[in-house]
Antibody, heavy 121, light 111 residues
Framework: QVQLLESGPRLLKPSETLSLTCIVSGDSLDDYFWTWIRQPAGKGLEWLGRIYSSGASYYNPSFGGRVSMSLDMSKNHFSLQMTSVTPTDTAVYYC???????????????WGQGILVTVSS | DIVMTQSPVSLPVTPGEPASISCRSS??????????LDWYLQKPGQSPQLLIYLGSNRAPGVPDRFSGSASGTDFTLKISRVEPEDVGVYYC?????????FGQGTRLEIK
């Protein structure tokens, strides 16, 4: 069964760049969308964007162009970068798989366990 | 962006009793006879898990006491008989249009 696991630095200073990786095991990246979601402590879920196995991507415009994603088919992982972070970017960041082009539906699942990233000076 | 309005915020339920959570979208989520609306449950300390996709389809392994329905832009998640393991926060998610948007969440608690 496919499993996802987020990794990356857990503590950042304001203005730095957040870089997270989601390692996928049990399946390849082919023919799926790969999604990032975040959740500030005690708050709801926020969809950051997604990248298709072809490399095509869509980012939530509410992040003002700070978000980008990439994937590495050879290492079977995909990544999130968020520039110019501030304390308001402190959150648990999740990665998730989304069905690809030829499937009805765009649900999120499975999800990774999440990684808490704290932005503080 | 499509706005998802979810209610109630909090839902205390006696075990064995039914429960209902609503979600309203600011525009239609219907495409080719499918409503692009999912339901998720985030149990305490866990990642969210998919319950319902395309409005009314249970995800694999989800008990049949969970059901989803739609009427226009109004969506409902029903639990026929709440069990203690159903506690957590329920979210709706529209996957019709980028950017995907979540409802604010409904916290189900056991009385």
């Amino acid at each position: 069964q496919v499993q996802l696991l987020e990794s990356g630095p857990r503590l950042l200073k304001p203005s730095e760049t957040l870089s997270l990786t989601c390692i996928v095991s049990g399946d390849s990246l082919d023919d799926y969308f790969w999604t990032w979601i975040r959740q500030p402590a005690g708050k709801g879920l926020e969809w950051l964007g997604r990248i298709y196995s072809s490399g095509a991507s869509y980012y939530n415009p509410s992040f003002g162009g700070r978000v980008s994603m990439s994937l590495d088919m050879s290492k079977n992982h995909f990544s999130l970068q968020m520039t110019s972070v501030t304390p308001t970017d402190t959150a648990v960041y999740y990665c998730a798989r989304t069905p690809g082009m030829h499937v009805r539906g765009r649900w999120l699942g499975p999800w990774g366990q999440g990684i808490l990233v704290t932005v503080s000076s | 962006d499509i706005v998802m309005t979810q209610s109630p915020v909090s839902l205390p339920v006696t075990p064995g009793e039914p429960a209902s959570i609503s979600c309203r979208s600011s525009q239609s989520l219907l495409y080719s006879n499918d409503n692009y609306l999912d339901w998720y449950l985030q149990k305490p300390g866990q990642s969210p898990q998919l319950l319902i996709y395309l409005g009314s389809n249970r995800a694999p392994g989800v008990p049949d006491r969970f059901s989803g329905s739609a009427s226009g832009t109004d969506f409902t998640l029903k639990i026929s008989r709440v069990e203690p393991e159903d506690v957590g926060v329920y979210y709706c998610l529209q996957v019709f249009q980028n950017p995907f948007t979540f409802g604010q969440g409904t916290r189900l608690e056991i009385k």
